[in-house]
């Protein structure tokens, strides 16, 4: 994974090196997870972001599991493999959602919280659940 770029500025806008510059690039070093705890962060939320968007573009979409990794995040769904129109679809439904500037709660809850999890049809995550041994746990969602 790349960790640092050359770069510099030509007319006030940022070129990388693979570009003509007439000035002196400079080296700027690019955060990573073992950098950067806002990184990891901002990681983590645009996983639930992507997960909301698909989940309202997408109803009969069941969420499993996602997180922040390396080089990004993810979220696994169990659906129908998604188009790259739908993909698209999906970007704007996320930058729509950060838009509207919502506050990510975090909130520790019981890991018996089966009532809750069960209300939002979520089996898979039941499962997850049921597989977690600590207590309480923590869980995240946007009001």
Same mark, same amino acid.
């Given at each position: 994974m790349a960790t640092e770029a050359q770069v510099s500025t030509q007319d006030d806008k940022l070129k990388d090196a693979q570009m003509e510059v007439a000035d002196k690039p400079e080296t700027v070093v690019l955060p990573t997870n073992e950098s950067s705890e806002s990184l990891i962060i901002i990681r983590h939320t645009c996983a639930h972001v992507m997960a909301m968007a698909v989940q309202k573009l997408f109803p009969d979409a069941k969420v499993t599991i996602g997180q922040w990794i390396e080089n990004g995040f993810y979220y696994?769904? #169990?659906?129908?493999?998604?188009? #790259?129109?739908?993909?698209?679809?999906?970007?704007?439904?996320?930058?729509?959602?950060?838009?509207?500037?919502?506050?990510?709660?975090?909130?520790?809850?019981?890991?018996?919280?089966h009532k809750r999890i069960t209300a939002l049809n979520e089996a898979y995550k039941l499962e997850i659940l049921d597989s977690i041994k600590e207590d309480p746990i923590t869980i995240y969602h946007i009001d």
């Open positions: 696994a769904f #169990d659906m129908e493999p998604l188009t #790259d129109k739908e993909l698209k679809r999906i970007k704007k439904e996320m930058d729509r959602i950060i838009g509207r500037n919502l506050p990510l709660i975090r909130e520790e809850v019981s890991r018996y919280a």
